[in-house]
């Protein structure tokens, strides 16, 4: 059964930094694109990075460029979210998500097919 779990989530004061981790199992991640998303409360859910599968592209949300980073160990199963510079509107549920879309590249929900159940993150002092 294919599956994700995120972890790393917490709480942190305004320019501090997390990092997330989305471990797969009962696949092999290296076939898929692999996103973060964050959904905050009463918004949308949105993209925030996406990975290639070995890594060699990326893609990030503009409110996240030059803060977070992310990065995959195939050899561990697992993608990382570096979050640096974390600000309170940084604060949302964290969900990785895998794919074989062609268009994975645009980083958007609905090229997305399986989800993680997310982890909290709240930036506050």
């Known amino acids: 059964q294919l599956q994700l779990v995120e972890s790393g989530g917490g709480l942190v004061q305004p320019g501090g930094s997390l990092r997330l981790s989305c471990a797969a199992s009962?696949?092999?991640?290296?076939?898929?694109?692999i996103g973060w998303f964050r959904q905050a409360p009463g918004k949308e859910r949105e993209g925030v990075s996406c990975?290639?599968?070995?890594?060699?592209?990326?893609n990030y949300a503009d409110s996240v460029k030059g803060r977070f980073t992310i990065s995959r160990d195939n050899t561990k199963n697992t993608v990382y979210l570096q979050m640096n510079s974390l600000k309170p509107e940084d604060t949302a549920v964290y969900y990785c998500?895998?794919?074989?879309?062609?268009?994975?590249?645009?980083?958007?929900?609905?090229?997305?097919?399986?989800w993680g159940q997310g982890t909290q993150v709240t930036v506050s002092s």
């Open positions: 009962g696949f092999t991640l290296d076939y898929y694109w």
């Open positions: 990975i290639s599968r070995y890594g060699g592209s990326t």
């Open positions: 998500a895998a794919t074989r879309s062609s268009r994975a590249w645009l980083c958007r929900l609905d090229e997305y097919d399986y």
